[in-house]
């Protein structure tokens, strides 16, 4: 009869059904068992087992939706079989069923784990049983689901927040800080929690405490604030910059409560300040050096007629005085439009290998001379390694900064000069934009002086910026170190406090495997006679009194001269006649001074030729002109030109004499 009530169970089993376990040695028992199972309402797939042998092997071999037991088994009992079940690890629903239970032992049972238990002479509501402890089991199934679930989403949660770069924290209105992550530690200084539950946001981290309370009344109206920013001070003392955006969390009855996450901003405003900060010089310096370069043609204008006109009058005490005034009012504004060109770094360079050691004790001497006698002057040099810049230049940038220490110190004090290497790395560079890496030579200039406060910082190296009173100052000593350094690819840091002194740090670029150049020779000036020449001379010149200037003084020392206003008007004075030399202007309308002396030393092969020009780019972007090409910058006065042009015909004839 078991035998058929199996076989028709199985036969049944069309769908997944549910693998029951029966263990039981009675078969009249198991039939009973299996009839009441048909009660339950869905397939069923029976397993019969006997012994505790043959039970852990159906354990081990299948996995079952529920087990029936009887109590009492030969040799063990069922709640030997519910231990062997949790042993493998398996928290499948356990019904025992008994002929008797006493009370103690139901309650063993129910402490034990077991589901549920049926009377033998209630097998009736065996499948009530099994449906309510599926029905228990599911449910408690889907709870674990969810608390898994939970679990898991906790963890990734607190894994965000932990590691996120962002400082995220809770605080009370009263600025008691409730928790924070990891970033937020980072961000204060603090190397433990502890440490930051010492501190409160409003007497300790904010700079401006009442910052925080218009942050909290804001977010109490609001209840979301974004992108406000605020300083803080670290635990150690330094005040950063941070960007805010908070919420309220608090629910009715509670105290406040808020949300922040917190982004340190001190290096990306430090950045945007000097990147505002160089475009304003950037476009300040293009203003200068255009003004410069117009300014450029006037002044050497009135320069070159005054010294023609002082010439003159040698004899005429009256009108050469008043012509060598002009002279020298015209010196001091050409010496302007060089500092303003220094600052646009337009001027021209002469670059050597030089020890900034060398230039700082040739210095020396004249510093005492102009420094007073009440304020101590110290040097400090280190050795350092050759720097590829001009001499006169870095003794103007030094010259400049002594004479800036020396104003800010009326009553007396102290000025260091100091030199020494440093080596500026990756993470310098990104603070500091336009800084380069590497070694760089440094040139320091310290004072115990009247201080600066963060406004005046942002405009000293401004053109004709001064805080001196009027008459007692240009403007220009500081906007001209900022050019010279710019221009060798240097930059200079400003460290200054009012009352406090000024410290200004200058770095330059070391020369790899360079050697320190001595300084030339100087030749003796020529004498006029010495300039005279008979060769003809090509000027093209679109300013009418340069050229006018430049034609009359090689006209007087005797040369030829063709005068032209653009380069396709020289070109057409050369078609008859050959020129020894071209003067000719870089910037000119219809043919520009590069494209003149392309097409004449085409026509007249080793051709000599002078640029003439105020900026100094100019100076750099002529050299494949032509073979033979010099260089002469505005304003120039007439000796200038003239001694340049003897000497390039002089060093033309000279080569051919030796032949």
């Not at 030109?641 to 030796?658: F, H, M, N, T, Y």
Request: charged share 25%.
């Amino acid at each position: 009869m078991k035998t058929s009530i199996l076989e028709e169970v199985k036969t049944t089993a069309v769908t997944e059904p549910l693998r029951v376990l029966i263990v039981e040695h009675s078969r009249l028992d198991v039939e009973l068992i299996l009839a009441q199972l048909k009660g339950i309402g869905t397939r069923f797939d029976a397993t019969l087992v006997e012994d505790q042998q043959q039970f852990v092997r159906a354990l081990r071999e299948n996995d079952f939706g529920i087990i029936l037991s009887d109590y009492r088994l030969p040799n063990w009992t069922g709640l030997d079989a519910l231990r062997e079940l949790r042993a493998c690890g398996k928290d499948t629903p356990f019904v025992v069923i008994t002929g008797t239970l006493g009370e103690e032992a139901a309650v063993e049972c129910i402490k034990q784990g077991v589901s549920d238990f049926v009377l033998k002479d209630n097998l009736p509501r065996l499948p009530s049983v099994i449906k309510r402890t599926l029905n228990e089991k599911a449910l408690r199934d889907e709870n674990n689901r969810a608390h898994e679930a939970l679990r898991i989403s906790e963890t990734r949660n607190r894994e965000l927040v932990d590691h996120a770069v962002y400082g995220i924290f809770h605080a009370a209105a009263d600025g008691t800080f409730l928790d924070a992550n990891p970033a937020l530690l980072s961000i204060l200084g603090c190397s433990q929690l502890e440490d930051l539950h010492a501190l409160n946001l409003v007497r300790d981290v904010y700079r401006f405490p009442e910052q925080f309370l218009q942050h909290v009344a804001d977010c109490r109206s609001r209840g979301l604030v974004h992108g406000a920013e605020a300083e803080w001070r670290r635990r150690d003392g330094g005040i950063i910059t941070v960007r805010l955006h908070f919420r309220h969390l608090s629910d009715p009855g509670e105290a406040d409560t808020m949300e922040f996450i917190t982004e340190d901003v001190t290096e990306l405003r430090a950045m945007e300040r000097q990147l505002r900060q160089a475009q304003k010089f950037e476009a300040i310096g293009q203003l200068a050096g255009g003004v410069a370069h117009d300014f450029n043609n006037v002044i050497g204008a009135i320069l070159g007629w005054a010294e023609l006109g002082l010439d003159e009058n040698q004899g005429r005490t009256k009108a050469s005085e008043r012509f060598a005034r002009i002279k020298e009012q015209a010196e001091r504004a050409a010496a302007l439009t060089r500092e303003l060109l220094a600052f646009s770094r337009r001027q021209v360079l002469q670059r050597q290998a030089i020890d900034l050691n060398t230039v700082t004790s040739g210095l020396i001497s004249f510093l005492d001379k102009v420094i007073s006698k009440n304020i101590e002057l110290k040097v400090l040099t280190a050795p350092l390694e050759v720097v590829k810049a001009d001499p006169t230049q870095i003794e103007q940038v030094l010259m400049n900064l002594c004479l800036n220490a020396r104003d800010a110190m009326p009553n007396g004090g102290r000025m260091v000069v100091e030199t020494e290497m440093v080596e500026l790395d990756e993470a310098y560079a990104r603070f500091y934009p336009g800084v380069a890496t590497g070694r760089h030579a440094v040139l320091s200039v310290s004072d115990t002086g009247m201080g600066m406060d963060a406004e005046t910082r942002e405009r000293i190296f401004e053109p004709f910026f001064t805080t001196k009173e009027k008459g007692k100052g240009t403007g220009m000593g500081l906007a001209t170190v900022y050019g010279i350094v710019k221009q060798h690819g240097g930059f200079i840091h400003v460290y200054s406090e009012p009352g406090q002194g000024s410290l200004f740090r200058v770095y330059l670029p070391v020369l790899e495997g360079g050697v320190a150049e001595g300084s030339p020779a100087k030749v003796p000036a020529a004498s006029v006679a010495e300039l005279r020449g008979t060769e003809t001379i090509l000027i093209a010149e679109d300013h009418e009194s340069i050229r006018e200037m430049a034609r009359q003084t090689l006209m007087s020392l005797g040369y030829r001269v063709l005068s032209a206003a653009d380069g396709e008007e020289a070109l057409r004075l050369c078609a008859e006649d050959t020129p020894a030399i071209a003067i000719l202007d870089v910037v000119m309308p219809k043919l520009g001074g590069v494209a003149t002396a392309q097409k004449l030393t085409a026509n007249f092969r080793g051709l000599p030729v002078i640029f003439t020009s105020g900026y100094s780019q100019d100076s750099e972007n002529v050299g494949a002109a032509a073979t033979n090409t010099h260089y002469l910058q505005k304003p120039y006065s007439p000796m200038a030109l003239g001694r340049q042009v003897r000497e390039i015909l002089d060093q033309i004839k000279g080569p051919a004499a030796s032949k």
